[in-house]
């Protein structure tokens, strides 16, 4: 790892990551620190490492019995805090003073914008967010993409409009293109709704639709998963499943054991008797 990427990591983890002058930026670095939690609330850990002193802090039980609510932020970070602040305070540190961390020539400030990571024109409206951010050597790496996300183009596609503003497929003039840009489609279910890919790509022409539909988020359901028992209690007749779809477009319809049923919608309940 370069000199500046270190830098930057080191800034963003001691919770620096807002590019500031050189002249409000502390020279000696605040404590920087991670956390980590095992699968089953067993083992919680915080590493830091402030001007002088690496610090690990581990918590649990010898035994590897789960603690439930244990976990870094709220176990070992307190603990973490505790020693950085008893390290600052010996009589050692304060007589050598603490070394500096002074920016290096290869870090600049720059403005990059969400969610293609790289600078836009103003007014260009595929920069939904403008964000201050550190580069390093002045590069603007694009947004880090996910298998199988718009074959080689990433989150940039081409999109014909016709004089409606529908989007259209190869009868309509090229001039009438311009690129756009989204995030992956698995995460259009979490993104507000002025942002998914039917917002932003708009309606297609009945008349010419586009020769290839970009790709949606894939439908998932969830409220039951794929081999679940469901066991009803006695007191009862039945057992009401509270079931509901995400990603995916268009019209939803429900079946049951092959049958459809009424209902339509992305939300849906199903009696287990």
């Given at each position: 790892?370069?000199?500046?990427?270190?830098?930057?990591?080191?800034?963003?983890?001691?919770?620096?990551?807002?590019?500031v002058p050189d002249?409000?930026?502390?020279?000696?670095?605040?404590?920087?620190?991670?956390?980590?939690?095992?699968?089953?609330?067993?083992?919680?850990?915080?590493?830091?490492?402030?001007?002088?002193?690496?610090?690990?802090?581990?918590?649990?039980?010898?035994?590897?019995?789960?603690?439930?609510?244990?976990?870094?932020?709220?176990?070992?970070?307190?603990?973490?805090?505790?020693?950085?602040?008893?390290?600052?305070?010996?009589?050692?540190?304060?007589?050598?003073?603490?070394?500096?961390?002074?920016?290096?020539?290869?870090?600049?400030?720059?403005?990059?914008?969400?969610?293609?990571?790289?600078?836009?024109?103003?007014?260009?409206?595929?920069?939904?967010?403008?964000?201050?951010?550190?580069?390093?050597?002045?590069?603007?790496?694009?947004?880090?993409?996910?298998?199988?996300?718009?074959?080689?183009?990433?989150?940039?596609?081409?999109?014909?409009?016709?004089?409606?503003?529908?989007?259209?497929?190869?009868?309509?003039?090229?001039?009438?293109?311009?690129p756009g840009r989204?995030l992956a489609a698995?995460?259009?279910?979490?993104?507000?709704?002025?942002?998914?890919?039917?917002?932003?790509?708009?309606?297609?022409?009945?008349?010419?639709?586009?020769?290839?539909?970009?790709?949606?988020?894939?439908?998932?359901?969830?409220?039951?998963?794929?081999?679940?028992?469901?066991?009803?209690?006695?007191?009862?007749?039945?057992?009401?499943?509270?079931?509901?779809?995400?990603?995916?477009?268009?019209?939803?319809?429900?079946?049951?054991?092959?049958?459809?049923?009424?209902?339509?919608?992305?939300?849906?309940?199903?009696?287990?008797?």
């Amino acid at each position: 790892m370069s000199p500046g990427a270190a830098w930057i990591v080191r800034r963003i983890l001691a919770g620096e990551a807002q590019p500031v002058p050189d002249a409000s930026l502390p020279q000696a670095v605040p404590l920087a620190w991670k956390t980590g939690t095992s699968y089953g609330y067993r083992d919680a850990w915080a590493v830091g490492l402030n001007a002088r002193y690496l610090i690990g802090i581990w918590t649990g039980r010898p035994d590897g019995t789960p603690v439930v609510g244990l976990f870094g932020f709220a176990s070992a970070v307190p603990l973490l805090n505790q020693v950085n602040n008893l390290l600052l305070a010996r009589p050692a540190m304060s007589r050598g003073g603490l070394p500096s961390d002074p920016r290096p020539a290869t870090v600049s400030q720059g403005t990059i914008c969400w969610p293609g990571g790289q600078d836009l024109p103003a007014g260009d409206s595929n920069c939904r967010r403008r964000l201050a951010s550190w580069l390093l050597d002045a590069s603007q790496p694009p947004t880090l993409l996910l298998p199988g996300q718009e074959s080689v183009r990433g989150i940039r596609f081409p999109v014909w409009r016709n004089e409606h503003g529908e989007r259209g497929g190869g009868g309509l003039s090229r001039r009438s293109g311009k690129p756009g840009r989204s995030l992956a489609a698995a995460l259009d279910p979490w993104l507000p709704a002025s942002e998914r890919r039917r917002a932003r790509l708009g309606p297609a022409s009945e008349s010419c639709p586009p020769l290839q539909t970009q790709n949606t988020a894939p439908l998932v359901l969830s409220g039951i998963r794929d081999g679940a028992v469901i066991k009803r209690l006695r007191v009862r007749r039945a057992v009401m499943l509270p079931l509901q779809t995400s990603g995916g477009e268009g019209r939803r319809w429900w079946f049951i054991n092959g049958e459809p049923l009424e209902a339509a919608g992305a939300k849906n309940h199903a009696n287990a008797g």
